[in-house]
């Protein structure tokens, strides 16, 4: 299906990043389009180190790279407060909600080569799920499907603060938002959940008779030469990584989340990337096609994956998996210690990657948006990330608040998630 991608190609994004993150100067912009200059690029040092410090962000990565026009990659304050470790845009980091775009790519595939149908009942292929042959795959993946969310649950969140290093079967997952009424009929409106996207995962699972992780890591991952990113099957973490900090604990205490287990989030928020993937990855979600001409997906349904339907939050569109906010396409991503935002504005051939280690948002509310705000406003002040707290990646309760649905990301910020929905603070994908 000429989904790969030739080395060539590979070995030239990869000279550009490397050049990048070298700190070379950004090239000047043409006149009338959106660039980096070195003026606009010192106002933006300016803005995030401001919003860091008001914050209490330890640390922040921000990639903005518009084609051909200039970029922008950055990275401030530490990866680990106890070494003192700069944080680094080839470190690994947990992305949330981002995830989701990875899963329900896999879905999609699977519609590419007829094994699976967008417009079927979920039952076609999985038994066990509440209504579930009055559920569609089209709403699981665009998020109308009306099932109960599992990390808005008590139970489930007293379960995860008691012992964050828990592994969780998707099945468990499940079980939790079983136990619940339907939210709505499906089709009846748009209401971010988990509960979809971890269903999404075990169809891939049932219809490719592979793990997740593995099916992903040879018809995503490997096509899109993404080879620092992974779904983990545990709580493990590549080195060098990024140490994440939150606040999700029984005490309200700050503590080091980098080795919890994401299992709670599998398919909907457990995956493991760098900014230099993301920043290769998005264009190619965005495109459908990869950098060499190949294709991830098929136009059609690719245009499809791109039909953003309103969610009920200003400005806010999803899509399969796939949030647009103002213009900007992918998905946001949160979980306890880590918030990601991984973007594309067509409009002006940009893509924006933000990394954040902590999800203690506090008044400032999401910590990636808040730095995705910031430099929007000044990169790009026609297309500002301006993502509703309502619409906010939640995946599971604030340390001290109620639920509320999430609404993407990854991520998740992650998750995203973009636009939307991610897993955010405590389990959050």
Known sequence: MGRYRTPTVLAAASL??????????????????????????EQLDDAITAAMRKAGIPGVGVGLWIDGDGSYVRTFGTADKATGTPIKTDMHTRIGSVTKTFAITGVLQLVDDGKVRLDAPISTYLDGVPGGDRITVRQLADMRSGLYNYTEDPRWTAAFKADPHRAWTPQELLDFAFAHPADFPPGARWEYSNTNTVLLGLLVEKISGQPLHTYLQQHVLEPADLDATSLPTGAEIPSP??????????????????????????????????MDDLRSWVPTLVTGRLPDGGRLLEPGTQAQRLRMLPTGHSG???????????????????????????????????????????????????????????????????HVWSLPSAAQPNTVPEPSTTATAPSPSSSSPSAPSTPIPAPTPAPSS
């Open 16 to 41: 550009l990043l490397t050049a990048l993150c070298a700190g070379q100067a950004p090239a000047a912009a043409p006149p009338g389009r959106a660039g980096i200059d070195p003026a606009t690029a």
């Open 241 to 274: 990584y990024v140490h994440g900090y939150t606040n999700f604990t029984p005490s309200g205490a700050t503590v080091d989340a980098s080795t919890w287990n994401p299992s709670w989030g599998w398919a909907a928020g457990a995956m493991i990337s760098t």
């Open 316 to 382: 806010v569109g999803y899509g399969l998996g796939i949030a647009e906010l103002d213009g900007w396409i992918g998905h946001n991503g949160e979980l306890p210690g880590y918030e990601t935002v991984a973007v594309r504005l067509p409009q002006e051939r940009a893509t924006m990657v933000i990394v954040v280690n902590s999800d203690v948002d506090g008044k400032f509310g999401s910590l990636s948006s808040l730095i995705a705000n910031t430099v929007t406003e000044i990169a790009t002040p026609e």
